[in-house]
């Protein structure tokens, strides 16, 4: 399955083409249950788990579904047959964490290694301009997780924006 064919299964957009354009609203946490839908929609079982009512920055919140988003699209494409993820988001006064973990085969396929995406990277730079923390891998026992944490205290991100604004200097 194409990249972009995934991610459209997965945002639940079912574009014809990779640059359709859309005027959907900005996702948000708020639209992770739709998201869940639309993959299981696709074939694929995820469940998804949040919890905690924290206030969460509109940015954060757009980066934190499109990494969960990604994830599940790179789940679709690599866990093969049979495979289920599960996604979990906890929102705390300071923090979003993320944990999307799939029971499949994982990346151990050369397919998997050389197919071209940007996901792990595209998750990498979100976090990274947020002041975050990522992580991802093989599970023990097979499949594949990642991990985020995203901080989201106004301040926090304020800062992280700040200081990604000096870098660039």
Same mark, same amino acid.
């Given at each position: 399955?194409?990249?972009?064919? #995934?991610?459209?299964?997965?945002?639940?957009?079912?574009?014809?083409?990779?640059?359709?354009?859309?005027?959907?609203?900005?996702?948000?946490?708020?639209?992770?249950?739709?998201?869940?839908?639309?993959?299981?929609?696709?074939g694929f079982p995820v469940t998804?788990?949040?919890? @905690?009512?924290? =206030?969460?920055?509109? @940015?954060?919140?757009?980066?934190?579904?499109?990494?969960?988003?990604?994830?599940?699209?790179?789940?679709?494409?690599?866990?093969?047959? /049979? #495979?289920?993820?599960?996604?979990?988001?906890? %929102?705390?006064?300071? #923090?979003? =964490?993320?944990?999307?973990?799939?029971?499949?085969? /994982?990346?151990?396929?050369? /397919?998997? %290694?050389?197919? @071209?995406?940007?996901?792990?990277?595209?998750?990498?730079?979100?976090? =990274?301009?947020?002041?975050?923390?990522?992580?991802?891998?093989?599970?023990?026992g097979g499949g594949f997780e990642? =991990?985020?944490?995203?901080?989201?205290?106004?301040?926090?991100?304020?800062?992280?924006?700040?200081?990604? @604004?000096?870098?660039?200097?």
């Amino acid at each position: 399955m194409q990249a972009w064919t #995934a991610r459209s299964l997965a945002a639940g957009t079912r574009t014809a083409h990779p640059h359709a354009t859309s005027l959907a609203p900005m996702p948000s946490l708020a639209a992770l249950p739709s998201l869940a839908r639309h993959v299981r929609e696709a074939g694929f079982p995820v469940t998804l788990d949040v919890s @905690g009512s924290a =206030h969460v920055p509109a @940015g954060v919140e757009v980066s934190a579904y499109r990494i969960i988003q990604e994830a599940l699209t790179n789940a679709m494409k690599h866990a093969g047959p /049979g #495979a289920s993820a599960k996604v979990t988001v906890n %929102r705390t006064a300071d #923090a979003v =964490h993320i944990s999307v973990e799939d029971d499949g085969r /994982g990346v151990g396929t050369e /397919g998997a %290694r050389v197919s @071209g995406g940007h996901g792990l990277a595209g998750m990498a730079e979100r976090v =990274h301009a947020l002041g975050g923390a990522l992580s991802h891998g093989p599970r023990r026992g097979g499949g594949f997780e990642v =991990h985020a944490v995203l901080p989201s205290g106004d301040d926090q991100v304020k800062e992280a924006a700040q200081a990604e @604004g000096n870098e660039d200097r």
